[in-house]
């Protein structure tokens, strides 16, 4: 331990951005949902697009994935999908036309 996911590490307490070390993320507040229907957390990023970019949002959410796993944390599915779709509404951004951007190395 720890995981890392580009700038996104996975701890036993939970996922930090790496250049961002205030920026800090307990374990069992990550199923925080917004409403019924989608992860808190996973909106707050994509929100914050001053602070994280396009890649930093894809990452979170791989991490995001990891440390449910990880943690043993139960994932709504249907409340993730209605996340990602959020991000993609907040990011104004086609997930097809932007793949190409995306080069992790």
Not at 75 to 83: C, E, G, P, Q, Y
Request: charged share 25%; hydrophobic share 40%.
């Amino acid at each position: 331990m720890p995981f890392k996911f580009e700038n996104w590490l996975l701890t036993e307490n939970g996922l930090e951005h790496s250049d961002k070390p205030d920026f800090f993320i307990e374990k069992n507040s990550l199923i925080t949902k917004r409403n019924e229907n989608t992860y808190d957390w996973m909106s707050h990023v994509a929100e914050k697009t001053g602070v994280f970019n396009k890649l930093d949002v894809f990452c979170f959410n791989l991490a995001f994935l990891f440390a449910i796993n990880y943690f043993k944390l139960d994932l709504d599915l249907n409340a993730f999908h209605k996340s990602i779709l959020e991000q993609n509404i907040i990011l104004n951004e086609d997930f097809d036309n932007n793949l190409d951007e995306l080069s992790i190395g």
